[in-house]
């Protein structure tokens, strides 16, 4: 079993940056490692995806140049540095690592296997 936890959530105003953080226990960390996001009445959406060498990721078209994906494999850590928030970014923001096999960054929830419980990122106007 793995187990994930994040940290790092809460209220920020639009402008700001937060630092989310995701520490893994049970088993060597995944190779791909992720995070998506799900807002108030939306469907849970990927955010952004990072292999194990972290030289492959992956972000959703509405993060991309704001988020940075990184990953810490000897803290078994993984991280989302997230720059000039915006109200639309109010999420609750999860941790997922990869299946088995899975090798490549990729924004489909059926390709992780193992999920955290979830942040809370509140983003004020």
């Known amino acids: 079993q793995v187990q994930l936890a994040e940290s790092g959530g809460g209220l920020v105003q639009a402008g700001g940056s937060l630092r989310l953080s995701c520490a893994t226990s049970?088993?060597?960390?995944?190779?791909?490692m992720a995070w998506f996001r799900q807002a108030p009445g939306k469907e849970r959406g990927f955010v952004a995806a990072i292999d194990w060498s972290g030289g492959s990721t992956a972000y959703a078209n509405s993060v991309k140049g704001r988020f940075t994906i990184s990953r810490d494999n000897a803290k078994n850590t993984v991280y989302l540095h997230m720059n000039s928030l915006n109200s639309e970014d109010t999420a609750v923001y999860y941790c997922?690592?990869?299946?088995?096999?899975?090798?490549?960054?990729?924004?489909?929830?059926?390709?992780?296997?193992?999920w955290g419980q979830g942040t809370q990122v509140t983003v004020s106007s």
């Open positions: 997922a690592a990869g299946r088995l096999g899975v090798e490549t960054p990729a924004p489909f929830a059926s390709h992780y296997s193992y």
């Open positions: 049970g088993r060597t960390i995944s190779s791909v």
